[in-house]
């Protein structure tokens, strides 16, 4: 069974960066749809950035242009680069795996059944 692990969060000011690393465990990730969300006190879980197998992406309006996603198959890894950080960007941060999914259906969490267990990133102002 697949097992993901995510690692990288930490805190940091506004503007600066991280880099969020997913590694899976137990099976190939190269078929699943991999998807990064995230979930703030008070509020539903919501999807951040997404790949597919083909490597085809989707990302949420509020990070398009400041985030990206990537995946080493090789590596059996997923990777979140998120930079120009925001306050509001402050959330527990995790990864999911869904078998054979499409980009488009990559920011829905019903959609998922594979979960890792988070890291938190903090932003200060």
């Known amino acids: 069974k697949l097992q993901l692990m995510e690692s990288g969060g930490g805190s940091v000011q506004a503007g600066g960066s991280l880099r969020l690393s997913c590694v899976a465990s137990g099976y190939t990730i190269r078929r699943y749809c991999m998807g990064w969300f995230r979930q703030a006190p008070g509020n539903e879980r919501e999807g951040v950035a997404g790949i597919d197998s083909t490597g085809d992406t989707i990302y949420a309006p509020s990070v398009k242009g400041r985030f990206i996603i990537s995946r080493d198959n090789a590596k059996n890894t997923l990777y979140l680069d998120m930079n120009s950080l925001k306050p509001n960007d402050t959330a527990m941060y995790y990864c999911?795996?869904?078998?054979?999914?499409?980009?488009?259906?990559?920011?829905?969490?019903?959609?998922?059944?594979?979960w890792g267990q988070g890291t938190q990133v903090t932003v200060s102002s």
């Open positions: 999911a795996a869904q078998w054979e999914g499409e980009w488009w259906s990559a920011l829905r969490p019903e959609t998922f059944r594979l």
